[in-house]
Each structure stands twice: as C-alpha cells, then as structure tokens.
C-alpha cells in the first residue's frame, strides 16, 4: 500500500509529497473463528514531511484477506469493509481564522461526521453554504437556491456552474429548495461533494482575496518607503 503519493496535510494545510521515509503499515490477520471470516486490520501511519509540522495521521483499514496458498507472503485483500479515521479524527482542511468562525465550526462539524451520519453533515454543509453566500456576497434570501441563483451574475461562470452542478444532484438539489433547516437523505458521497464545494468556496473568495489584500498592502508599503 505504501508508495509515493501527493498528501494534502491536515495539520498544516500543505500540499505535500509522501515518501516512503514517511510512512509505515502494519498488519493484523485474524480469523480466530469470526463469523466473517479472514480479516486483515492494517494500521496505515503518515508523518507530515514538512520540517515546521511533523504531525502524524494514523488511519486504520479493516479488510477481508485470504492466504494465498501459492505465495507464501501475499495476501490478497478485498475492498475495504471500514475505514477508521483515528487521529486526525475528520478530513476537515485548515481554515484561516479570518473566515468567519460560524462558518468554520459548520464546515468542521459537517467533515467530523461525515462517514457516521451524511444528511446531518449535508445538512450542516447547506448552512455552511448559506453562510458564505450570505457573509461574502451579502446576498440573503428566504430560499438557499434564491441565493444561489442571484449569484449567477455576481461571480466568475466557472464557479457558479460547480455550484450549480452540486445544486443539482439528487436529495442536495430538491432540499435547497426548502427551508435550510430541513434535515435531508443523501448518501455519503453527495455529502463529501458538499464539503469539496466548500472546500472550493473558501479557497477561491475568501483565502484568494485575503492573499490579494495581502499583497496590494505590500506592493502600497513598498512603494511608501521609496518615497523621499
Ligand atoms: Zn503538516
């Protein structure tokens, strides 16, 4: 399972590129007469290789496997029968504190129980939309999908189409029509769409006009102290 991948860092946020050195498995292989037969508990362990981090992510992996008769040391496995995110507990990306913190702990909330219960998580992941639409573009409606529709003109097309592609799967679509507190059937992967569009939103208007001012701000300094 180990090999050279790129790595988003939960702890600090970079976009990094696992080695080998970073990373370690262990696996468990039991039958001891479960009704499932054999299984496999692989622990998965991942260090951070970025020098002002070094946090590690520990994941574990419960699998069916069978002794393969004709290789001694191969283990076929199946597909996974679950995955445990144990530390860090959810898949929630660092967001900068000036994002607003409602904003923050609904995005959080919504990415720590995910995998346990996908409508509530979407239906935090809707409020959390809501939220952004509501604080960045100061545009507030009765209907979520109000809102979303007067964005249309607002924002650059690109964006307001994967908006609008989310907007239009299943359970997320028909409920964005209805009050934003109406707790919604999805399944877990309309929910993690959810959470990548969110995801996506912070990034694109909040952080990228963050680093904007950040850098018209220097460019003004700069041009201060040439001053005489
Ligand atoms: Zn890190």
């Not at 992941?125 to 009765?142: E, F, M, V």
Request: charge should be neutral; glycine fraction near 4%; proline fraction near 6%.
């Amino acid at each position: 399972m180990t090999q050279t991948f790129p790595w988003s860092c939960p702890y600090c946020g970079r976009d990094v590129t696992l080695t080998l050195a970073s990373q370690s498995e262990e696996t468990h292989f039991f039958h001891n007469g479960n009704k499932e037969g054999s299984l496999a508990l692989t622990t998965l362990v991942v260090v951070c290789p970025n020098p002002n981090c070094r946090e590690f992510a520990l994941t574990g992996v419960l699998r069916h496997s069978k002794r393969n008769s004709q290789f001694e040391n191969q283990y076929p496995f199946g597909d996974p029968l679950e995955i445990w995110r144990l530390k860090p507990k959810s898949s929630a990306k660092q967001i900068p504190a000036y994002v607003p913190s409602p904003i923050i702990d609904d995005y959080r909330e919504a990415c720590l129980i995910k995998d346990l219960s996908p409508k509530a998580s979407a239906t935090l992941s809707r409020r959390c939309l809501q939220g952004i639409i509501r604080d960045y573009w100061k545009i507030s409606k009765a209907r979520l999908i109000d809102e979303v529709l007067e964005l249309k003109d607002k924002t650059d097309p690109l964006t307001w189409q994967s908006i609008d592609a989310v907007r239009k799967i299943g359970n997320i679509g028909a409920h964005m029509e209805k009050d934003i507190n109406v707790i919604i059937d999805v399944d877990p992967n309309e929910a993690d769409m959810l959470l990548r569009l969110i995801e996506m939103l912070i990034k694109d208007w909040y952080i990228a006009r963050h680093e904007r001012e950040a850098h018209l701000n220097a460019l003004i300094n700069a041009a201060a102290t040439k001053k005489v």
